[in-house]
C-alpha cells in the first residue's frame, strides 16, 4: 500500500460544477498537507496548505483536512475550464525539512 | 528569469549513454530538491541541497544517479548508463528556506530507447 492514495480519474465535469477530489494517507506523524496543480507538461505549482486538521479557504478553492480519517479534500467551486489539470495532493511530517510525499494525481477536466 | 528553469527540456538516450541534467533555481534559495515524476504518477524524491550540502539522497534509485551542486546554486543530476526504467521527467524544485513554498522547475522529460 502507498503512503498516498488518490484516485486518478480522469474526473470530467461541466463548467460551473462543484468538484470535489481526495486523498488517504496512512503515515499519522503527516502534519503539512498541500494542494498542487500542474498543468501538462509544466512543473506542479503549489495552491493550497494546511497544517493539521480544519478547512482553508481561498477564492474558489476550500481545501479539508480530518487527520482522524487519514482524509483530506480540496474543493473548487464554480469550476472553469482553466481549472483543467492534473491536481497532486502532498504532504510532510514538518516544514523544517522533509521529503514531501506526493499522492499520483486526480486528472480533470472541466467542459465549457 | 524569475522562475526555476530545467534544460534540456527534452532528452533521448540510448540505452546505456550518459545524460546530464540541469537545474537553476531561483537566484537566493538555499533550498534545492529532485524529483522524478513517472507518467500517470506524482513526483518521487530524489535528493535534497542546502547550499551546496547534499543533505538527504535516499531517493536515488541506484548508484547510476548522481546529483552535484558545488557552488550552491545551479545544480546537475547526471544518470549514468541509462536504463529503460529511467524513462521519466525529472523536477526541480527551490525554496527560500526551510518554511516556505518549493518551487517547481518546468521538468526534463527522459526518454530511454
Known amino acids: 500500500q502507498k503512503e498516498v492514495e488518490q484516485d486518478p480519474g480522469p474526473l470530467s465535469v461541466p463548467e460551473g460544477a462543484i468538484v470535489s477530489l481526495n486523498c488517504t494517507y496512512s503515515?499519522?506523524?503527516?502534519?503539512?498537507f498541500m494542494w498542487y496543480r500542474q498543468y501538462s507538461r509544466k512543473g506542479p505549482e503549489l495552491l493550497m496548505y494546511?497544517?493539521?486538521?480544519g478547512n482553508k479557504e481561498d477564492g474558489r478553492f476550500t481545501a479539508q483536512v480530518d487527520k482522524s480519517s487519514k482524509y483530506i479534500s480540496l474543493f473548487i467551486r464554480d469550476s472553469q475550464p482553466s481549472d483543467s489539470a492534473t491536481y497532486l495532493c502532498?504532504?510532510?511530517?514538518?516544514?523544517?525539512?522533509?521529503?514531501?510525499?506526493f499522492g499520483p494525481g486526480t486528472s480533470l477536466s472541466v467542459i465549457p | 528569469g524569475a522562475g526555476v528553469s530545467q534544460s534540456p527540456r527534452y532528452k533521448v538516450a540510448k540505452r546505456g549513454q550518459d545524460v546530464a541534467l540541469r537545474c537553476d533555481p531561483i537566484?537566493?534559495?538555499?533550498?534545492l530538491f529532485w524529483y522524478q515524476q513517472a507518467l500517470g504518477q506524482g513526483p518521487e524524491f530524489l535528493t535534497y541541497?542546502?547550499?551546496?550540502?547534499?543533505?538527504?539522497k535516499s531517493g536515488l534509485p541506484s548508484d547510476r544517479f548522481f546529483a552535484e551542486r558545488p557552488e550552491g546554486s545551479v545544480s546537475t543530476l547526471k544518470i549514468q548508463r541509462t536504463q529503460q526504467e529511467d524513462s521519466a521527467v525529472y523536477l526541480c524544485?527551490?525554496?527560500?528556506?526551510?518554511?516556505?513554498?518549493?518551487?517547481f522547475g518546468p521538468g526534463t522529460r527522459l526518454t530511454v530507447l
Open positions: 524544485a527551490s525554496r527560500v528556506g526551510s518554511y516556505n513554498e518549493q518551487f
Open positions: 503515515n499519522s506523524a503527516f502534519q503539512y
Open positions: 494546511t497544517y493539521s486538521s
Open positions: 502532498a504532504m510532510s511530517v514538518s516544514t523544517v525539512y522533509d521529503k514531501v510525499i
Open positions: 537566484s537566493g534559495h538555499v533550498s
Open positions: 541541497f542546502q547550499n551546496e550540502a547534499q543533505l538527504d
